[in-house]
């Protein structure tokens, strides 16, 4: 028993220095006995816990890219809107945008796609809503945004990316065919772009970014009024970029190439030729993925593109170079 009364202090304090469980037994034995005096013996885990918070916090300003890595996220404290984000390249993008920081509102004709992604989406530990949205309805669009805006505060990011085709000569295709594509890849865009402007304008800030097509650029055969709609997205967000410059608003276009989806094969049922002379004349020598065009459109919506509008970008693995 030493003067102060504890049994281990304080001559076997150098042998209590090394982490024998032990050695770390005495350690706290004499810190409960004498927590001041002793504190100096947890310095050290101290400061490896503080380390390991410091770490765990800067994890949590960090996002993982799409190749596992941690780096800065381009969009931390942003909010956006993708459309038709319940599966492929609408997907691929609201998730891409979450991974660079924002908040995204996955909005959808399909609720239960919308949802499953919101829930990855919130598991990065950004905020997420599931909404469900016909893009060719302007009330409910107005209606749908006006809530997500209230949701989020404000919406920094539009993509328009809800689309639908259906492959088949010109001279077979039918009015009701004709209609429902320019409905929902021609007047759809519209009816999203107008409705975020007001709000985009207010704020004198937006990025629109709108996935048009490489048929839209130089035809595709099988896809007449497709392409028709797509170059008339590229044509309407130049225009639009010009008109916008004066509140800060970026307006721009990303083209994917062919892009494997999960109907692709049956899009391409019959044409099985087409597919693969589509295949040979990509220089890259494959079809995209999703995962391709997504980190293109978080690039146009970052403020690292604030001085880039009214362009188009294909990402075709070289298959269009116009
Ligand atoms: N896949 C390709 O090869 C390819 C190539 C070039 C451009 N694109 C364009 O990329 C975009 C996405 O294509 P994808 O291949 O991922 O298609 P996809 O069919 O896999 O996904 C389209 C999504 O849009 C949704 N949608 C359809 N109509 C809607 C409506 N009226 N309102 C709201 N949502 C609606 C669908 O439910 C679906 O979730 C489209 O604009 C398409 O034109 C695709």
Known sequence: M???GCPYAPQTYASANSATPTRIAIKIIRFVYDPVKYRQD????WRIGSLKKLTERLKNKLSINQKGVYCIPRLAGKSAIVTGSGRGIGRAIALELAREGADVAVVDLVVENAASVAK????????SLAVQLDVTRF???????????????????????????KLEP???????????????????????TRVILDHMIARQYGKIVSISSDAGRVGS????????????????SKTLAREMARYKI????????PTEKPLFAELFRGREKLLAAMVKAIPWGRLAKSEDIAPAVAFLASDGA???TGQTLSVSGGLTMA
């Open 170 to 192: 010109f001279v077979e295709s039918t009015e009701e065919t004709w209609d429902k594509i320019i409905a929902i890849n021609y007047r759809g865009m519209l009816n999203c």
């Open 306 to 308: 604030g001085y880039i």
């Open 42 to 45: 947890f310095s050290n885990y």
């Open 250 to 257: 970026n307006v721009n276009v990303v083209c994917p190439g």
């Open 221 to 236: 055969t099988g896809e007449a009024v497709y392409s028709s709609c797509n170059g008339a997205v590229i044509a309407f």
């Open 139 to 165: 009330a409910e669009v107005k209606e749908v945004f006006a809530k997500i805006i209230s949701a989020f505060g404000k919406v920094d990011i539009l993509v328009n990316n809800a689309g639908w085709d």
């Open 2 to 4: 030493n003067p102060h």
């Open 120 to 127: 990855e989406i919130q598991a990065m530990g950004r905020r």
